[in-house]
């Protein structure tokens, strides 16, 4: 690989932490000599001609060219007027699919032991789609928004990444007893799909299954090995997503991917952690396994693989811990010790 030159990324740091755990990230890679090259840019809100904040057109620009972004934690400003730049984001790039592996990490104890999920939701319809008004007043409505091509795009994406990396099962998750028409239109697009890839699937040892929200619920709190890869709804995605966070040790070690129409940014789940910012305190490792991600979405498998070895040896073998997982090194010891465990 490699022989097309180095790949262009465009390099959001974010707030807070942001900079400093990006720093890190580009360490680790430089270390690695990954053909990659970061295009940093600032997201700093501006404000557009509707006296609307949005994100400088330097973002939109990069992002346009190199389809693939790395996004640290951006700060919501509060008030009104703003509107969140992850949103904005969202919408400017169709981020279509939100992307979370949660998978625990050998040496960080947790109640569960031995996870393994990675939820795919739908990330820009159902009942997050901003249509809300006051019917009378005393009276609102809320638009849950299902159509068939939002859920067979990422339905396509869910299928694919699963014979792709091998899982061994993928779980429609739904309420139709309540949401007949909406969550049935959702369920009918993953039972079409399902038969699309019928043969791949076979091949690959992944099996189809629809469950509802409500068992999804006990049962993973029961046994998270029950479940391989969770494909939901926007807002069922929302909620599971953070409760497959929790499983594994929390937000600080969980990394996601926001799969576009054209192009992705990956990101760490967690937020800018102003308590800790500008300390060297923070742990790098959600940023590092987003581009974990990234570099399995750019075709460098080698590179992604022998990030996460380097973090598990790190944390179990050295136990070279940052203060969040027990521990008393630095963002910067971390790092350091990290890359002297890269092969
Ligand atoms: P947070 O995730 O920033 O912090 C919650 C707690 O977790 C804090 O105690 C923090 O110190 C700790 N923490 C988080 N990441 C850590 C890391 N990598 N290493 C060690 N400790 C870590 O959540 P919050 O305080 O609710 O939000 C702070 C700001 O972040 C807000 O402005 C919010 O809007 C923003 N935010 C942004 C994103 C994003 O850009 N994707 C996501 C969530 C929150």
Same mark, same amino acid.
């Given at each position: 690989?490699?022989?097309?030159?180095?790949?262009?990324?465009?390099?959001?740091?974010?707030?807070?932490?942001?900079?400093?755990?990006?720093?890190?990230?580009?360490?680790?890679?430089?270390?690695?000599?990954?053909?990659?090259?970061?295009?940093?840019?600032?997201?700093?809100?501006?404000?557009?001609?509707?006296?609307?904040?949005?994100?400088?057109?330097?973002?939109?620009?990069?992002?346009?060219?190199?389809? #693939?972004? *790395? /996004?640290?934690?951006?700060?919501?400003? =509060?008030?009104?007027?703003? @509107?969140?730049?992850? !949103?904005? %984001?969202?919408?400017?790039?169709?981020?279509?699919?939100?992307?979370?592996?949660?998978?625990?990490?050998?040496?960080?104890?947790?109640?569960?032991?031995?996870?393994?999920?990675?939820?795919?939701?739908?990330?820009?319809?159902?009942?997050?789609?901003?249509?809300?008004?006051?019917?009378?007043?005393?009276?609102?409505?809320?638009?849950?928004?299902?159509?068939?091509?939002?859920?067979?795009?990422?339905?396509?994406?869910?299928?694919?990444?699963?014979?792709?990396?091998?899982?061994?099962?993928?779980?429609?998750?739904?309420?139709?007893?309540?949401?007949?028409?909406?969550?049935?239109?959702?369920?009918?697009?993953?039972?079409?799909?399902?038969?699309?890839?019928?043969?791949?699937?076979?091949?690959?040892?992944?099996?189809?299954?629809? #469950?509802? *929200? /409500?068992?999804?619920?006990?049962?993973? =709190?029961?046994?998270?090995? @029950?479940?391989?890869? !969770?494909? %939901?709804?926007?807002?069922?995605?929302?909620?599971?997503?953070?409760?497959?966070?929790?499983?594994?040790?929390?937000?600080?070690?969980?990394?996601?991917?926001?799969?576009?129409?054209?192009?992705?940014?990956?990101?760490?789940?967690?937020?800018?952690?102003?308590?800790?910012?500008?300390?060297?305190?923070?742990?790098?490792?959600?940023?590092?396994?987003?581009?974990?991600?990234?570099?399995?979405?750019?075709?460098?498998?080698?590179?992604?693989?022998?990030?996460?070895?380097?973090?598990?040896?790190?944390?179990?073998?050295?136990?070279?811990?940052?203060?969040?997982?027990?521990?008393?090194?630095?963002?910067?010891?971390?790092?350091?010790?990290?890359?002297?465990?890269?092969?």
């Amino acid at each position: 690989k490699g022989s097309k030159g180095p790949r262009l990324i465009t390099l959001m740091p974010g707030d807070g932490i942001g900079p400093e755990i990006s720093m890190a990230v580009l360490e680790v890679l430089d270390a690695m000599k990954a053909p990659l090259i970061f295009e940093p840019v600032d997201v700093t809100p501006v404000m557009n001609s509707n006296g609307q904040t949005t994100i400088p057109d330097a973002v939109i620009e990069s992002m346009n060219r190199t389809k #693939v972004g *790395l /996004k640290g934690p951006l700060m919501t400003p =509060v008030g009104t007027g703003f @509107r969140s730049l992850n !949103l904005t %984001l969202r919408q400017l790039f169709n981020l279509y699919a939100n992307i979370r592996p949660c998978k625990s990490l050998p040496g960080v104890e947790t109640v569960y032991g031995d996870v393994d999920v990675v939820t795919i939701r739908e990330n820009t319809e159902g009942e997050y789609s901003g249509l809300e008004h006051t019917l009378v007043n005393g009276v609102v409505q809320s638009i849950k928004l299902i159509t068939r091509s939002a859920s067979m795009r990422v339905a396509e994406y869910c299928f694919k990444y699963a014979i792709e990396m091998k899982r061994k099962q993928i779980t429609a998750v739904h309420e139709i007893n309540s949401m007949r028409m909406s969550d049935g239109l959702f369920i009918r697009c993953m039972r079409d799909t399902a038969k699309k890839y019928e043969k791949e699937m076979t091949a690959a040892g992944v099996k189809y299954e629809e #469950v509802t *929200l /409500k068992t999804v619920c006990l049962k993973i =709190v029961e046994d998270p090995k @029950r479940f391989d890869v !969770l494909i %939901l709804p926007n807002l069922y995605g929302d909620i599971i997503s953070d409760t497959c966070a929790g499983l594994i040790g929390g937000l600080g070690l969980t990394p996601s991917g926001n799969i576009g129409t054209s192009g992705a940014i990956f990101e760490s789940v967690h937020g800018t952690a102003p308590d800790i910012a500008g300390k060297d305190l923070a742990n790098p490792t959600a940023l590092l396994l987003s581009t974990v991600m990234l570099l399995h979405y750019v075709d460098l498998p080698t590179y992604a693989d022998a990030i996460e070895k380097a973090i598990v040896k790190t944390v179990k073998d050295d136990n070279v811990r940052t203060i969040d997982l027990g521990g008393n090194a630095k963002c910067s010891e971390y790092t350091q010790a990290l890359i002297k465990n890269l092969k």
